[in-house]
């Protein structure tokens, strides 16, 4: 498929956008929206698990997608139309659903949302990896996570303020339609027939035999764990702290969302300055000690600013994880190869979800941190593996 890059981006921003709005959901209210029912914390993160299932699960979409045009349409374009059609539906439907009398009912939506969602993400990042050269792989993904975390900055505050001042009900509606901006761009995107070097190979498989994709996988199974399990308590945190109301929770998630474009941006500027190791090394650093500090916090306005740092910590820990995943992933099975890799991150976020919402109820919130923050040690070992000795060559150069 030949694109123009302004096309490009901006499809690949919007599609991140919408995946951001129902981020900001997730993020900022939906923990606080299910306690108003009498759920709790540890209910709460066995939901985050389970409604991350399609996401662990979309080895097999991308598998799809790399294999079968959808009646002729693409092996791209026509999957995106699918999942953003069900994440609409699904939002639509939400609000006739009381979570403290029919928990699993919500739970079944928030899966099939998710599959929605895992449905366009992995067609998407298949789409990227089709039309990026390699050497804007970490401007792309500075794109996709900076359009992700946009989406969080324009709607945090917006559903927290809805959900305040007018119902739930037009917080899920109204994110209904923020799913529609992608349709603006799909209409021109003309998927071209595949080089038969791109053609699907099982052969292309025997890439996960190598030791540093195997110990890339480890790293972002860590790496997302921590940053996907700790950004779920934040707002319970302060809320359980400081008492904040559900329009300060939205304008929280708003400020973490603008220190997650800092965060995009950086991650990019580290991976195409300083190289894949110190990009890493960096991110690490940066998640310690911004975990470490919201254990910490012991004034509100001291939260402020490290709600911001921990979504630079945030942004930076995905746009380095998911360029370093592009540059490993062999083009013959695109999508399928970089599915899996985000498959295994995504086991490591249902983990993490689950973990600090038992380790809150028992431990309480900041020693959940500073366990969180000294998890980051454990990526270290495996760092040798990937970049200690010339990894081997992997046809990763698009075209």
Known sequence: MSQNRTLRYS?????YFTQGTILSFFTA????????????????????????????????????SDKINLLGMGHRKPYIVIGLVVQITCLIIVPFINPGETFWLYVTIAFLLQLGMALYDTCTDGLALDTTPISEKGTIQGFMVGGRAIGVIVTASLVGFLAEKVSWSAVFWVLAVLTLPPFLLLGKVHESTRPQERTFDWKAFSAFKQLPVIALAIVGFIFFLIVVGTNQIVNPFLQNTFSISLSTAGFFTTVWGIGVVCGSVLGGALINKLGN?????IAM???FVAILALAGIQKLLLAWFLVALFGICYGTYQTVYFALSMEYTDPRIAATMFSILMAVTNIGQG??????????DTFGFKTTFIIMALLNLIALPFLPMIFGKKKKSIPVQIS
Do not use: E, H, W
Request: charged residues 5%; proline residues 2%.
């Open 29 to 64: 209210l939906n923990a606080l929206y299910l306690l108003s029912f009498g759920v709790d914390m540890t209910r709460i993160g066995i939901l985050g698990t389970i409604a991350l299932l399609p996401f662990v699960l979309k080895v097999f979409l991308g598998m799809l």
């Open 285 to 287: 650093g940066v998640a």
């Open 11 to 15: 499809l690949f921003g919007l599609l």
């Open 351 to 360: 983990i993490g979800l689950g973990l600090t919402g038992f380790f809150s």
């Open 277 to 281: 190791r110190n990009a890493v090394l």
